[in-house]
């Protein structure tokens, strides 16, 4: 039966791709809301609450299986109050019953499958489960019947059940009482770990399923600023070398896939998500800084072109992900068969393309051939009998007559709703690629995008999370205004305009007024103006995307030191502060908030650049800059006599000399004296 034959549920008058997904299956779904839960409440029937995202290669088996089948169906529909939510939309939701569903099933994972009672308390749960007993999971048909069974006749039980499961996420929602302080030593344990999780022969940390983990990458890398331990520089670099040479990256369109089913990189989950990709190339860059190894920065422009090629919208946002699958089938868009490349390249091109990309005669997945270098430019050529030019040369034609074969092709499904947090990293990395790079279409898209957001995705000054189909909707959580913040503060930094920086003050200090827990400090994930769940929680550990607070502690004490606002430096230190404790019981878990910590710790250099843009030595004072890795660096460009929105301790007293522009390098606003030349200002960066 198909969908002109069928009749839509509720999901059909939703915008997120992933409910729409839903919106022909013979459930009576329900999205989350106030309708669905009354429901529930005066029927005294139990919720049947899924979450997943439209990306998630078991979201859709779960729904071909089960979903899709009549019988089933009409059991869900018996027995209770089904409603699907899409996680992106809301993180406020899957984070809660996220951890609820570990606490139960001791696994998390999409999709999520969980019961509650009419007032919104857990009581099971789990994740994927098949329509018949397979996998040692029980069939889901089995789960309902006896999830029913219990509601109706076990109410003592699942009273008491119920009341457990809640007081622990309350109680995990209090951070504990601690006199500690986290400290330099708490950054080297940190490291101590990752060391210990480290795989010095693939790169990665921990086994397999091998996630990217960027925020463990950008502490390696900033242990190394610090310390100058070379191990760090070398378990960073091996780490984003090996995953830029594995078939987890898209050789020929760019952009890294979701993570890695094996150890060594080569066969991923197919999914893009936007987050990976605007949270990759900020590290490919500044691997590139320290090593200038040319590859990094390659890495990082793929994934930026690809972002701007298949993933920004006409408007200037940018969408949220593909999907793994086409034509059903998981990958199928993306391997390849030597017989296809060889009659696309010919002998002499296919033969040396084939055997730098490991497309082999057999396969290296399921017979088919995942793109990927086993060995970089200059070992292939030698092993190969070629110059490094040729090979070179052989890739490039090769890599452009597969991906234009390839556009042939059934493309996987796109996830086309334009979600402002994961937009807020996706400027971020766009106006460090400018920054670094010196490429101003990636600052004109970073631009594009902020404006889309706070055109489109603001009402009455507070951000919306969530647009599609010409309609914004769901209110801003924490980490919508914390990774926009940092975006804007980023875009001032590549831009220099003004502008940019009172935006980014707007956000932070709008963040304040609606996240900020007043009696035990922190911001809470959910703003006081939003739905009171079953309980207000607070993130300090990283998942797929950094902890809000992290982010949040970090943009507020790069915005103080820029602007002068103490409040701002206050708040930015009392998150540090209310997770001390986490960050010491378990570092590695809370690498984003201790590159926020280091920031607090080390204070970076302050620049002020005396002169306007387009003049050359200005430009290329700034380009010097972008070479350097300088994380958190405070950078302002001004016109003497100017008065921007800057802190008065970074401006006063600057001026050009002898008409010049000069350059002005400052530790805790006592600077050295000025540069004129920008190779004197390189020396000052490097003292």
């Known amino acids: 039966m198909n969908e002109a034959t069928r009749r839509p549920n509720r999901l059909i008058h939703e915008t997120s791709p992933y409910l729409l997904q839903h919106a022909y299956n013979p459930v009576d779904w329900h999205p989350w809301g106030e309708e669905a839960l009354e429901l529930a409440r005066r029927g005294d029937k139990p919720i049947l609450l899924s979450i997943g995202y439209s990306a998630c290669h078991w979201c859709h088996v779960m729904e071909r299986e089960s979903f899709e089948d009549e019988a089933i169906a009409e059991a869900m529909n018996r027995g209770f109050v089904n409603i699907k939510v899409d996680r992106e939309e809301r993180p406020d939701l899957d984070a809660l019953y996220m951890m609820a569903t570990q606490a139960i099933s001791g696994q998390g994972g999409w999709p999520m499958t969980v019961f509650l009672t009419p007032d919104q308390r857990p ?145 991923p989950h197919f999914e893009k998500m ?32 690809y972002a701007l090629r298949e993933m920004q919208d006409a408007g200037g946002g940018f969408y949220s992900a593909e999907d793994a699958d086409s034509e059903g089938v998981e990958g199928k868009f993306y391997v390849w068969t030597r017989a296809e490349a060889m009659e696309l390249l010919g002998e002499r091109d296919g033969g040396l393309f084939c055997a730098y990309y490991d497309i082999t005669e057999g396969g290296n997945w399921e017979g088919s051939s995942i793109l990927n270098r086993p060995r970089g430019l200059e070992e292939a050529a030698s092993t190969l009998g070629a110059s490094t030019e040729q090979l070179r040369e052989t890739a490039l034609r090769g890599r452009e007559r597969l991906f234009k074969a390839r556009e042939q092709r059934i493309r996987p499904s796109l996830d086309d709703k334009i979600l402002t947090s994961w937009n807020g990293l996706m400027i971020s990395a766009l106006s460090q690629g400018a920054f670094v790079l010196g490429e101003a279409r990636y600052l004109e898209a970073a631009e594009r995008a902020a404006r889309f957001v706070l055109e489109n995705m603001t009402r009455e000054g507070l951000l919306l999370r969530s647009h599609r189909a010409g309609e914004s909707k769901i209110d801003g959580f924490l980490e919508d205004y914390a990774y926009f913040a940092r975006g804007l503060l980023d875009l001032f930094h590549a831009s220099q305009k003004a502008e940019r920086l009172t935006e980014a003050l707007e956000i932070a200090r709008r963040m304040r007024d609606l996240f900020w827990d007043e009696k035990d400090g922190a911001f809470f994930t959910t703003g006081s103006h939003q739905e009171t769940l079953i309980a207000r929680l607070k993130d300090s550990h990283d998942g797929a995307t950094p902890s809000g607070n992290a982010v949040a502690a970090e943009a507020l004490l790069r915005l103080s030191a820029l602007t002068g606002d103490a409040e701002l430096q206050e708040k930015g230190e009392a998150v540090l502060s209310a997770f001390a ?107």
């Open 274 to 305: 936007l987050y990976d990709n605007a949270l990759l190339p900020p590290l490919y860059l500044s691997a590139w800084q320290l090593t200038g190894e040319a590859e990094f920065a390659e890495a990082a422009r793929g994934c930026l072109d």
């Open 581 to 687: 404790a986490s960050m010491e019981r378990s570092p590695s878990a809370h690498c984003e908030m201790l590159s926020a910590l280091d920031t607090h710790l080390h204070p970076p250099k302050q620049v002020a650049l005396v002169g306007r843009r387009g003049e050359p030595e200005l430009e290329e004072a700034l380009s010097r800059l972008g070479k350097a890795y300088l994380p958190g660096v405070a950078v302002a460009a001004f016109e003497e006599g100017e008065a921007p929105p800057l802190n008065p301790s970074l401006t006063a007293g600057k001026r050009r000399i002898d008409g010049r522009p000069a350059f002005y390098v400052c530790e805790n606003y006592v600077c050295r004296q000025p540069a004129t030349d920008p190779d004197e200002l390189e020396a000052l960066l490097l003292e």
């Open 123 to 267: 009581f099971y749960a789990g994740t994927y489960f098949p329509p018949e007993d397979r996998y040692g999971r029980p069939g889901f048909p089995r789960v309902l019947e006896a999830v029913k069974e219990y509601y109706e006749t076990q109410r003592a039980s699942l009273d008491h059940q119920t009341e457990r499961i809640a007081q622990a996420l309350q109680n995990a929602a209090e951070l504990p009482a601690s006199d500690a302080a986290a400290n330099a030593q708490t950054l080297n344990r940190a490291y101590w770990q990752l060391m210990a999780e480290h795989d010095r022969y693939e790169g990665g940390f921990g086994r397999a399923p091998k996630f990217p983990q960027p925020s463990k990458i950008e502490l390696c890398l900033r242990h190394y600023r610090r310390t100058g331990d070379e191990n760090a520089l070398g378990m960073a670099s091996t780490t984003l070398r090996k995953m830029a040479r594995g078939g987890i990256y898209d050789h020929l369109g760019g952009g890294f896939h979701r993570y890695s089913t094996d150890d060594r990189w080569l066969v």
